[in-house]
């Protein structure tokens, strides 16, 4: 009478581009917010060449989970291992992503947006921004 043997679950390694990475602060962020899902493992991000790898138990997580994960902390994840992305959003259309300039990502959106809000601060309290203009804040 021996111990059952437990069998491991089936754990399915992938590979993804992320763009959107600026340093790697950026990947430290993508990889502790993977590792604290649960089902998720050996993850690792390479900034200089904007990769992903991790193991999922898909008994646990799904791959769209994961994705929408790098989507909230304002990366966009590719599968590059053959298996098609799960689209961000329902009815969502991928081609209308925003592509080339940084500002038009949505975390390029953000930044902006934030420095705009403290400019703005700024010009109530009489800190203006002397006579400087910031085109994408419309001043």
Known sequence: MGMPELSAPAATALKMRVEGMDCSACAFKIENALKRLGGVSDVSVNYGIETLTLRIDQD?????????????????????????????????????????????????????????DERRRRDRRGRGSRGRRFPVCGR
């Not at 994961?66 to 053959?82: K, M, N, S, T, W």
Request: proline share 7%; aromatic share 6%; charged share 25%.
């Open 60 to 116: 646990r997580i799904s791959l769209g989970a994961v994705e929408q994960q790098i989507r909230a902390l304002g990366y966009a994840p590719h599968v590059l291992d053959g298996r098609a992305p799960v689209a961000a959003k329902s009815g969502e259309d991928p081609s209308q992503r925003a592509t080339g300039s940084w500002w038009r990502t949505p975390k390029g959106k953000r930044v902006v947006a934030k420095h705009c």
